[in-house]
Each structure stands twice: as structure tokens, then as C-alpha cells.
């Protein structure tokens, strides 16, 4: 079954580490992104790409890169240049035309330590 | 202002309740209109789709306000198994022809015995 996979499911971060998080999709979808939501919040975009090797930031990049060498793959990592990371990850993917059929990963859970 | 604006709740109601949830949006250029529901400390899922005409799925009925920019979720017969927060989530295609989804910080709803 075609679906969107991240891992790990939890990570812990030491101060002043790079941490990188997978989201690896196998629905085709040309669009990838990534969220932030912090407790009691909503989603806030960090990073999306909608083709190979081209990404925009969001509206919450800073301290964030991301890479899109493959149609399937789109890794982000948490510097240590982002002060407060801990936080609920999701990866989501979707097509660039509606129906959009978005779909979201189980989510990573970043805490430091 | 917030691009789309949810009340957070929490809404707490009785098994067998009718509840309404309203979700209002600042962009009158917006498309495309969905409910997602996430469970605690889960990714979140597509609910509906909100269609010009209104629609019911079961008991879930969604509807579009275009006029007063607003789309609302009832649901009726309320179970223990309701009990998530409702994202509201709007898209449009911005200045680079893009299209961006934007999120609500979601409602809460409890469903209590």
C-alpha cells in the first residue's frame, strides 16, 4: 500500500546537535512538506518542495534545512541554530493539482535533553 | 489577523449531543475547504471535503459560507470515539501560483459519558 513513512518515531536531541529526520513517500506525489506544532497549536510550515532538487521555505525555516535529491525522499534537520526544538514533526505529501489527496506521516516527536 | 481562525475549545458535550464547530478564513481568493481530525499526539487526518453546496457524511455535515468566509462542521449523535481536535484547513494559490494550505490551530472537542 502506497503511503508516507517517517522515522524515527521519537528522538532525543542534545543541546547543540544536528539532528536529521526521514519522511520517504511511495504515492507519487510531486509535493513535499514539512510541519511543526507545538502543543495547543496548529501546524506551522517549516519547508516544502514541489520537484527534485527545489525547495521554498515556509514560514518557519530558520534553523531548518531540507534536501530533495529523489522524488520519494525529502530528510529535514534541526540545527543547533534552532533554539527551541522540541516540538511534533509531520511530513506530508501530496499532488499539485486537486484533488490534492494530502496525506501526513505518523509525525516525529523531538525533544532535547 | 489569522489567516484562518478556529475557536481551540475545548468544547466538552455529552454523548448523543449535536455540536458545531466554525472556522472563519481571510482569504476571499481561497479554493479549496477540509476538515481534518487529529487524535492525540497522532497526525492529522482527512475528515471531509467542504463542498460550495454543503455535505453530509453520516453524521458529519460541512458547510461553505463564501459570503461571510466561514465553513462549519456538526456532527450529531455525538460518541466517546468523536473526541479529537477538527483542524480547519483552507487553500489558495498564492502570488507564485503556488498552492498553499493553510491550517487552523483546530478545535477540541471532548465527548463525555
Known amino acids: 500500500d502506497g503511503g508516507i513513512t517517517q522515522s524515527p518515531k521519537y528522538l532525543f536531541r542534545k543541546e547543540g546537535q544536528n539532528v536529521t529526520l526521514s519522511c520517504e513517500q511511495n504515492?507519487?506525489?510531486?509535493?513535499m512538506y514539512w510541519y511543526r506544532q507545538d502543543p495547543g497549536q496548529g501546524l506551522r510550515l517549516i519547508y516544502y518542495?514541489?520537484?527534485?532538487?527545489?525547495?521554498q521555505k515556509g514560514d518557519i525555516a530558520e534553523g531548518y534545512s531540507v534536501s530533495r535529491e529523489k522524488k520519494e525522499s525529502f530528510p529535514l534537520t534541526v540545527t543547533s541554530a534552532q533554539k527551541n526544538p522540541t516540538a511534533f514533526y509531520l511530513c506530508?505529501?501530496?499532488?499539485?493539482?486537486?484533488?490534492?489527496?494530502?496525506?501526513f506521516g505518523s509525525g516525529t516527536r523531538l525533544t532535547v535533553v | 489577523r489569522k489567516e484562518v481562525e478556529q475557536d481551540p475549545g475545548p468544547f466538552n458535550v455529552p454523548e448523543g449531543a449535536t455540536v458545531a464547530f466554525n472556522c472563519t478564513y481571510s482569504?476571499?481568493?481561497?479554493?479549496?475547504f477540509f476538515w481534518y481530525r487529529q487524535d492525540c499526539r497522532k497526525e492529522p487526518k482527512l475528515l471531509m471535503s467542504?463542498?460550495?453546496s454543503g455535505n453530509e457524511d453520516g453524521r458529519f455535515t460541512a458547510q461553505l459560507n463564501r459570503a461571510s468566509q466561514y465553513i462549519s462542521l456538526l456532527i450529531r449523535d455525538s460518541k466517546l470515539s468523536d473526541s479529537a481536535t477538527y483542524l480547519c484547513?483552507?487553500?489558495?494559490?498564492?502570488?507564485?501560483?503556488?498552492?498553499?494550505?493553510?491550517f487552523g490551530q483546530g478545535t477540541t472537542l471532548q465527548v463525555k459519558p
Open positions: 504515492l507519487n506525489h510531486d509535493a
Open positions: 484547513v483552507v487553500t489558495f494559490i498564492d502570488s507564485s501560483n503556488t498552492g498553499k494550505l493553510i
Open positions: 506530508a505529501s501530496s499532488k499539485l493539482t486537486a484533488p490534492y489527496g494530502y496525506t
Open positions: 467542504v463542498y460550495s
Open positions: 482569504n476571499s481568493a481561497s479554493q479549496s
Open positions: 518542495s514541489q520537484i527534485v532538487n527545489d525547495f
